[in-house]
């Protein structure tokens, strides 16, 4: 089997003829780990990575939205009793 060798990563060739299908490797205690597989160019690594990334943004972004109606509902509470706090105020 050839195999690319890049410090502990690999990229082996398979014995089967998958075309541009590949598997990379990285080596751990000894032993190789699949890290990322590719079919037809597509990494899986990279899909995943663009998906949870979306999906992260989005949820994220709901949630400043929902923090900002919740913000928004609160009612303004005057706690100063009338006497400003602020420190140009106070000398």
């Known amino acids: ?15 089967l003829d998958l075309s541009e299908d590949d598997y990379q490797l990285y080596l751990k205690d000894d032993r190789w780990r699949v ?3 590719r079919i037809e160019g597509v990494s899986f690594v990279s899909t ?7 999906a992260l ?9 929902m ?9 303004a509470v005057d706690t100063s009793g009338g006497v400003s706090t602020s420190p140009r ?3």
């Open 89 to 91: 105020m106070a000398r």
């Open 35 to 37: 890290y990322d597989v």
């Open 1 to 15: 089997m050839d195999e690319v060798l890049v410090g502990q990563r690999a990229v082996p060739k398979t014995l």
């Open 67 to 75: 923090l900002r109606q919740r913000t928004s509902e609160i009612p």
């Open 48 to 54: 995943y990575r663009t998906e949870f990334s979306s």
């Open 57 to 65: 943004i989005i949820r994220v972004s709901s949630l400043v939205d």
